[in-house]
């Protein structure tokens, strides 16, 4: 008889350092009392090939993948979802019993569930989005957004034509306005978003005159360090109801989770104090 194998799981990439996943795997494996490691891993680029045939044989079921192999993941999976495709990255790889990869994005997912938890009464059919940056975090939130009924969506970034690719890919009711413009689209939004790193810890803040805000406007941003960035500052203090974008990071991972440890794990405050801490 042989012995049943402790399942593993990882984050991958290049530099790996700074990822909060282990923290919130780990955090999961605990609570739940289940027998798993996650482990972070900085895999060189001339072994990510060598490395997705080799980690199943040593009980890995699963990896979370970040940059720079989001891409380059998608060409060595057997299996890509429609929606991994259509993003054209993976952050999610799942290793299935009869051997093949299969390649998955939940950035979106976790988007979507960030707002749905924490921003009371947000429907998204209420009015057009305005989404600052055409960057592969910008790819996932547009067909998110777009799937879950927004009518529209005004599409800036600092690079016009990076915007009009990203537009042309998903259809119609993207609508690409210049990056000298963006302050003035916010009046009709009903939702505003920054896909961009403009606020983070160690990059420049977000610029884009935001006195035109609608108070009515749900604003979140993808940067979590700091919670609060100068954009959900200003739109709190304007009156907007505004979330944070720890909870994306927290929910994007959920799938993957039960995927391989089998058990759904709960996104809660305790959840968020383990990843912060």
């Known amino acids: 008889m042989t012995a049943q194998r402790i399942p593993l799981a990882g984050v991958i990439g290049s530099p790996i350092a700074h990822s909060r996943s282990p923290r919130l795997h780990g955090h999961w494996l605990r609570k739940y009392g289940i027998q798993g490691h996650y482990i972070p891993m900085d895999v060189p680029s001339d072994k990510l090939a060598d490395t997705l045939k080799l980690l199943p044989q040593l009980g890995f079921v699963g990896l979370n993948v970040t940059i720079p192999y989001k891409e380059k993941v998608l060409d060595l999976a057997d299996l890509v979802t429609d929606r991994a495709a259509l993003i054209g990255a993976a952050n999610t790889l799942i290793f299935r019993k009869d051997g093949r990869i299969h390649a998955d994005n939940t950035d979106g997912y976790g988007f979507l569930e960030n707002l749905r938890q924490n921003a009371d009464g947000w429907v ?146 305790a959840t968020r104090a383990a990843v912060l801490r």
């Open 124 to 269: 998204p059919q209420a009015g057009p989005a305005v989404v600052f940056g055409a960057g592969g975090a910008a790819r996932a939130v547009l067909a998110s957004l777009l799937d879950a009924g927004v009518p529209e969506i005004v599409l800036t970034n600092r690079t016009r034509h990076r915007a009009e690719v990203l537009a042309q890919d998903l259809g119609t009711r993207v609508r690409v306005v210049d990056w000298v413009r963006a302050g003035n689209v916010l009046d009709d939004a009903a939702t505003v978003v920054n896909t961009t790193s403009l606020g983070m810890v160690g990059h420049p803040e977000l610029r884009v005159p935001l006195d035109g805000l609608n108070t009515k406007s749900l604003v979140t941003d993808l940067v979590y360090a700091p919670l609060e960035t100068r954009l959900l500052r200003v739109a709190s203090e304007m009156g907007c109801q505004t979330v944070d974008g720890l909870g994306m990071l927290l929910h994007q991972a959920v799938p993957g989770f039960e995927r391989w440890f089998g058990h759904r794990p709960e996104v809660d405050e």
